[in-house]
């Protein structure tokens, strides 16, 4: 049996499984199998002619936003109208077969926009079912959308044994059924910590390891097509907002939402004696630090840290003088004074 086939017989096992405290350790091991069938498939392949091909892009801007979707719903429609670059659009499936990149300026920051080609064939017409099969294929290839990483502490030992313990009450996981799935993986001897009640997918997640985890928009494009109840049901589910870039409709909300999503702060520089320099901001995460403010604007700055002056909600006072771990917020004003 090849691997795709052996994870297709898991998934339909799985699907027919009842979920019950009778059935959970057989659930458990399940899932951590086709986890590693998945992680199999993954792997690149050794023959040259099968090689996984990604698209070359060169990474620039603040941040970057890929486009996933469907088939002919809109994707290079929405880079042309956003971006100065344009991507083909028509209305028959596979338009766009590479990946296009553009740029969207918002609020002094440059973010890379990526039109991709659509996925999954025929599936445009997914209808109330679309957002779960975008989230399988997803989730399928190791990507956690709009979660973080579980709040679990696990490192593989020597010897000793499996120790396992836990901060808070577990419903959805043991230690019996840990060890099962630890025991698929060949992991005999670990220390393993649940700071939270996590799953047991969440628990393979953490024994596999390079999960990615990141936040997503849901955009639901051509709502000129739809009636205004389905607009309005569609609007009010999580993560999600309702444009056409036919009839250029929410498109401004998309972008505040895009920009809350990314959790970009703008911070701006000051000289001595001068006034702020507001042309060009520094753009990191939110929750940076003065340390990463000084690594932006020079790697040995950190170094030749005294203080800094900050201005903005950050901080009680403005001017306050800080150190290298105060933490940033958006549009503060910031000196930095050198030893
Ligand atoms: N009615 C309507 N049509 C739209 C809207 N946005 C895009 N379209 C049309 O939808 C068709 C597909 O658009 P594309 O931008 O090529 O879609 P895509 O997602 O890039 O498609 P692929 O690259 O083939 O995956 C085109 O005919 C567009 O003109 C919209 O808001 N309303
Ligand atoms: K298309
Ligand atoms: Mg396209």
Not at 109 to 122: R, T, V, Y
Not at 329 to 335: A, L, P, R, T, Y
Request: hydrophobic letters at 35%; a positive charge.
């Amino acid at each position: 049996m090849g691997i795709l086939e052996k994870i297709s017989e898991i998934e339909k096992e799985i699907a027919r499984t009842q979920k019950n405290k009778a059935t959970e350790y057989h659930l458990g091991l399940l899932k951590a199998k086709l986890a590693k069938y998945r992680a199999q498939l993954l792997e690149p392949s050794k023959s040259a002619s099968s090689k996984g091909e990604g698209f070359d892009v060169m990474k620039s801007g603040d941040a970057r936003v890929a486009l996933i979707g469907f088939p002919s719903v809109g994707k290079s429609t929405f880079l042309s109208l956003m971006t100065s670059t344009a991507s083909e659009a028509a209305s028959y499936e596979f338009t766009t077969l590479t990946c296009i990149p553009g740029v969207i300026e918002y609020k002094g920051a440059n973010i890379q926009l990526l039109d991709l080609p659509g996925i999954i064939e025929g599936a445009a017409q997914g209808g109330r079912q679309g957002r779960s099969l975008l989230e399988k294929e997803l989730e399928s290839v190791g990507i956690r959308l709009n979660k973080h990483k579980p709040n679990i502490y696990f490192k593989p030992k020597k010897g000793g044994g499996i120790s396992f313990n836990s901060t808070v009450t577990l419903t959805q996981c043991s230690e019996k059924l840990v060890q099962l799935i630890l025991h698929e993986y060949k992991i005999f001897n670990a220390e393993v910590l649940f700071r939270e009640d996590c799953s047991p997918d969440e628990f393979i997640d953490v024994i596999v390891g390079n999960r990615v985890y990141m936040p997503c928009l849901y955009v639901y494009n051509k709502i000129d097509q739809i009636s205004m109840e389905e607009v309005d049901r569609l609007a009010r589910k999580p993560n999600s907002v309702v444009i056409s870039c036919g009839m250029k409709l929410n498109l401004d909300y998309l972008l505040e939402m895009l920009w809350e999503y990314l959790a970009l702060t703008c911070i701006y520089t000051k000289k001595r004696g001068q006034r702020p320099d507001f042309t060009d901001a520094i753009i990191l995460r939110k929750g940076a630090s003065v340390e990463h403010v000084c690594h932006r604007i020079h790697r040995s700055l950190a170094s030749q840290f005294k203080y800094a002056l900050v201005w903005g909600t950050s901080t009680k006072y403005s001017p306050q003088r800080v150190g290298l771990t105060h933490t940033m917020e958006h549009e503060d004003v910031i000196q930095i004074v050198k030893k």
